[in-house]
């Protein structure tokens, strides 16, 4: 198959439908967990898990604390990859990009529809930062707590979402005898390209 132009929503619609799949597979734990590799000035790449919370052709989005090594890292260097593997599947699709925060709004209404613990925690944890010992998390949730007794959490202003605006996402389908199905789908100019990658 040679390199063609292809409609600029196909590849995201690819994406939902092997993402509709995933979350229906009751042996699938966790279908929104993706690996996000972040590189910062030091050029040493890193690498954890995250979770898509939403995503549409304008990229991929989850959240965080803004002072998380994740987050450093993203303001040193905002390319980043991302990578989901469905094992049971036999699929894998990776996607290539540019960070870019999500706006006020988006990242408050996700803020105030997570569970109020989750909340809480958001505001406790010192992300990614050394820990003494285990009950000064504890207390600083109690303290939170206390602040936002009977009245609304306010999203914390160190956290909020991500949106990775693809280059490019390429879906890896298992093949037997490890000829595998690969399709990159590359953009260029606004325009998205197709083509099929030896295995």
């Known amino acids: 198959m040679s390199e063609k132009i292809v409609d600029f929503n196909e590849p995201f619609k690819k994406f939902h439908e092997w993402f509709e799949i995933a979350k229906k597979n009751k042996d699938i734990i966790e279908p929104t967990a993706m690996s996000i590799a972040t590189v910062g000035k030091d050029l040493k790449p890193s690498l954890r898990m995250v979770l898509l919370k939403s995503f549409n052709e304008n990229g991929f989005c989850f959240y965080t604390n803004l002072t998380s090594r994740k987050s450093r890292e993203i303001i040193e260097n905002s390319h980043v990859a991302l990578c989901f593997y469905w094992a049971i599947l036999g699929r894998q699709v990776r996607i290539e990009g540019k960070v870019i925060v999500v706006d006020q709004k988006e990242a408050d209404n996700y803020f105030h529809s997570r569970p109020r613990d989750s909340q809480i925690g958001a505001w406790a944890s010192k992300q990614s930062q050394i820990m003494d010992n285990w009950q000064d998390l504890e207390d600083r949730i109690l303290d939170i707590n206390k602040q936002f007794e009977n009245q609304e959490i ?43 990658l030896y295995p």
Do not use: C, T
């Open 154 to 196: 306010p999203r914390p202003p160190f956290w909020s979402g991500y949106r990775v605006v693809a280059d490019n996402i390429e879906f890896w389908e298992e093949g037997k005898y490890r000829i595998h199905n690969r399709l990159l789908y590359k953009k260029q100019n606004n325009k998205w390209l197709l083509n099929k």
